[in-house]
């Protein structure tokens, strides 16, 4: 075959692939124009944007396809009980028992401050940390042999 008679094969099919094209856009179904649902809205003033829109919104890709078929019946107590809150405690309780961590003075602190109230009588009052008697690097029982050495006896003694 040459390509003359391929090339006027084509140009006689090209008429028919062309329909054949236009026939599926057609099929796909658009949503209406305003100018051509303003042909179908009827002649009274009262809402007619109203209609437009309820004519408009009846085609097309855009048209709602929730159904009843998929939707799945819910019982309400199963509704119920699915936003009813459970109680955590006792499995927090057991978590918290079992492990070996003791948390330390200052984050128990800081988390006791965090969960006060802000006002002056929800506010506890601070530690006041004792102060601790300085411990000397000597014992008693070095001090007092100091004393036999150097005083020749003990001077405390009654």
Known sequence: MSASLIRRGLELLSDDIKDVSKAKKKKQQQTPSSATVMELVSTKRQGVTKQVKRLQGRLGPGKSKATVKDKRIKSAVEEFRKKQRTSQM??????????????TDSDTLKILNHNTGRQSRNRREPQVKKAKEPESLFTEEEFQQFQKEYFGRTVEEN
């Open 90 to 103: 006792s499995a927090n309780l057991k978590y918290f028992m079992t492990t070996g961590y003791k948390a």
